[in-house]
């Protein structure tokens, strides 16, 4: 399969053939993964999904560049789509640690909450040389509060920087974020919501995002001021 290139396409067949041509694999983070392989990865599902969903105009046209990460032209729109993980500094540790010394551990993810300081390696070699699940897991609602919390503070995050001077703003702006939380099942019909009383506030503020996006599990959601959507994402590269 092809590497990422520019996307130029007139229809929904001509997108789907070059974006089907696209290798999209991912690497582990121990061999030789970088942002270029996550970002190929979020943005070519995204626009299947869109593709396939009629949330795309044509022609269309996609560009790699830097802040933002993607420029796509759809039909009379303008659009920046910055591409993020989400992801706790010390899953994407101790996966790594795992990679190197443990590649079949059953890491407890439990154990990796969402904003807690960094652990030191050691602490991350002994969860790593642990198979059983020890973890405090989670109870009631959790999961979903802890899930919502984190993609808001993702997009705070990287709302500072879409805020500096050299970002390119465009006369619409995505944030594209990737769940790699790996948190219990979520009950997907509220989960939502919760996240959507936390970006209440976020919409009246000015140089925002005007819609996040988040690619969790098998669906892409988008919340705006005005309305959220779910989507079943189109994987058209299922051995990917």
């Known amino acids: 399969m092809a590497k990422m290139t520019d996307i130029n396409a007139c229809s929904y067949t001509e997108l789907i053939s070059a974006l089907s041509a696209i290798d999209i694999s991912v690497p582990a983070r121990t061999e030789g993964r970088t942002s270029a392989h996550t970002e190929r990865w979020s943005i070519c599902r995204l626009l299947a999904t869109f593709a396939s969903h009629k949330q795309l105009q044509y022609p269309m046209q996609l560009r790699h560049r830097d802040k933002p990460d993607f420029r796509l032209i759809s039909g009379q729109n303008e659009i920046g789509v910055e591409v993020t993980e989400a992801i706790p500094q010390n899953l994407a540790a101790a996966d790594a640690l795992a990679e190197k010394e443990k590649p079949d551990a059953s890491l407890d993810v439990s154990k ?30 959790e999961p979903e509060r802890e899930w919502s919390q984190a993609i808001f503070d993702k997009c705070r995050q990287k709302t500072e920087k879409f805020r500096a001077p050299d970002f390119d703003k465009f006369n619409h702006n995505w944030l594209l974020i990737y769940d790699n939380l790996t948190p219990p099942i979520l009950e997907v019909d509220r989960t939502p919501n919760y996240l959507i009383e936390k970006l209440a506030d976020y919409w009246h503020e000015s140089v925002i995002y005007d819609s996040v996006l988040i690619e969790t ?18 994987n058209i590269w299922i051995s990917a």
């Not at 599990?217 to 189109?234: E, L």
């Open 112 to 141: 990796f909450k969402w904003g807690e300081k960094n652990k030191p390696a050691r602490e991350l070699r002994k969860i790593v040389a642990k198979d059983e699940l020890t973890g405090p897991g989670w109870v009631d609602d």
């Open 217 to 234: 599990g098998t669906k892409i959601i988008r919340i705006n001021n005005n309305s959220n959507q779910r989507w079943n994402i189109n």
